[in-house]
């Protein structure tokens, strides 16, 4: 004979709920659900704003990486140094450069006022000790790969040696033959695929966090390594600023994803294997260049 | 006494030479002595011409990747399908995509005359028996990789299979999430960091020879995922066509290094370890997506 069937089973079904795997969520799905501890604000100290012709670009500098570069940079723009400077070159699938056009004519120079003319090459630094949220794949330029500070970072333990990664949005400081002769006055951003060949070769000083929409579409110059051969070409550079140097009022507060969180590992497995189901083929694989740490306009503090 | 030395010690000079390794040559010398047999013509069969607002842009197909694909874009090159469509996205570090505004809505669609409306996705072939001029690095996303056609390639020998890695300027074929919705009708170009996510999740139609620094310096859109809002945003496509469909004295006659040669291997071991002194750090590394084939005007047959 048929009997009523009881309802008790279901008192088991929180506690099947909770031994399901998560349903596969999106990265903005994921990114949504962090917790505020996850998030860090981005330093003023460390920030700073370009206004490009009206365009905003919001860098944050790299000091444990490079900090006789950052600290030269950042005098230079307390003392306004790039001010009508101007985006000198642009070289499609490779960088965008801005410094003084007249740099290497000594009758014309702009005067780097009270930063140093000279700095020593800061390519890479001690390794051992360094707080590295490790990625879990191979790199093929470098032993070991992960983040630091929210930096792309390859480490080569064996040499006790890490540098910054030449990655998509990752800024330079332009240097002639001599590996001396980068002062911060030039500088540069990626605009394609990661040149990794330039790693230990150039200081790298810091990470485009905004506006790389505007830095990467610029035209691209038609000179010798994308230079642009008339001054009508350039884009002028309004004003450079540390945010520390701007009242509290007119600072752009940006927050980052910490890299030592539960969050962002769950990105990076999100992205080395996209739940999305028009990701047929799963690549079970990713690189440091091809991961980003997510950047969001903070949220006001009550 | 002294007496004087003799220059008979002149003769050993060639043997000396010889004898010593070759002065460091620049990727452009060595691509300017290349001999003639190491180069091909683009085959105007496989060449496609757009015209984007008096920008030109060339493609050159992968029949042998994706021959449903390609032919499906002959046709609708033959028959003008793509004269008066428009870019209709551009993603910074991602894609831009161009085809039809109106493709998702049938009243305006526009027809795709004598072309297939479906076609099987063409992720892969089968890699056994194929030419590939092999790099010596790993990979990461595949367990081998290298140029076959002139198109950078990744090959699984596990699973025989191969497919056109998603690499700066590599060309696919738009689909919707099920994953033979792609005709050829929409297509995009890779304009930034290497999604090699992408890879055999999309149909990989060819690869940019010239005009991506126009590609790529589009602005970008502000909708999801970089559609444009605003139809004026859009660059409007004014023609596109295949080469050979072209008369021949309107045809761009371009060349590409040929991958079997051995000037392609002194590239790929230049770019290996860079012998120019700006480079103080030799990577001794490099990957699929970090190496491009050279393409040149053709020079005249006499």
């Known amino acids: 004979m048929r009997t009523r069937v009881s309802c008790a089973w279901l008192a088991i079904i929180p506690a099947l709920l909770w031994h399901m795997p998560a349903w596969p969520r999106s990265p903005a799905e994921i990114i949504a659900a962090a917790s505020p501890a996850e998030w860090r604000r981005l330093d003023p100290d460390n920030g700073l704003l370009l206004d490009l012709a009206g365009h905003s670009v919001i860098i944050e500098l790299a000091p444990r990486f490079a900090p006789l570069h950052v600290a030269n940079i950042k005098r230079l723009a307390h003392e306004h140094f790039y001010d009508g400077l101007a985006v000198v070159r642009v070289q499609d699938n490779y960088v965008t450069q801005w410094g003084d056009p007249d740099a290497d004519d000594p009758a014309k120079a702009r005067?780097?006022?009270?930063?140093?003319?000279?700095?020593?090459?800061?390519?890479?630094?001690?390794?051992?000790?360094?707080?590295?949220?490790?990625?879990?794949?191979?790199?093929?330029?470098?032993?070991?790969?992960?983040?630091?500070?929210?930096?792309?970072?390859?480490?080569d333990q064996a040499h006790d040696r890490a540098w910054i990664t030449h990655c998509y949005g990752i800024v330079g400081a332009g240097r002639s033959s001599a590996i001396d002769s980068s002062t911060g006055a030039e500088l540069y951003a990626i605009i394609g695929q990661s040149p990794r060949g330039l790693d230990r070769n150039i200081t790298v000083?810091?990470?485009?966090?905004?506006?790389?929409?505007?830095?990467?579409?610029?035209?691209?110059?038609?000179?010798?390594?994308?230079?642009?051969?008339?001054?009508?070409?350039?884009?002028?550079?309004?004003?450079?600023?540390?945010?520390?140097?701007?009242?509290?009022?007119?600072?752009?507060?940006?927050?980052?994803?910490?890299?030592?969180?539960?969050?962002?590992?769950?990105?990076?497995?999100?992205?080395?294997?996209?739940?999305?189901?028009?990701?047929?083929?799963?690549a079970n694989f990713t690189n440091v260049c091809n991961v980003a740490v997510p950047v969001r306009v903070a949220t006001p503090r009550s």
């Open 205 to 282: 000083v810091g990470r485009v966090l905004r506006g790389m929409e505007f830095l990467a579409a610029l035209p691209r110059g038609t000179g010798m390594m994308g230079f642009y051969q008339e001054p009508q070409q350039r884009t002028i550079i309004t004003s450079v600023r540390l945010l520390a140097d701007l009242p509290e009022a007119q600072r752009p507060t940006l927050e980052l994803l910490r890299t030592e969180s539960a969050t962002w590992r769950a990105l990076v497995a999100e992205r080395r294997n996209f739940s999305n189901d028009f990701f047929v083929t799963k």
């Open 111 to 155: 005067s780097l006022g009270g930063a140093a003319p000279h700095l020593p090459a800061e390519f890479w630094i001690h390794a051992k000790g360094l707080p590295i949220d490790r990625l879990p794949d191979p790199d093929g330029w470098a032993p070991l790969t992960g983040f630091v500070d929210g930096f792309p970072v390859a480490v």
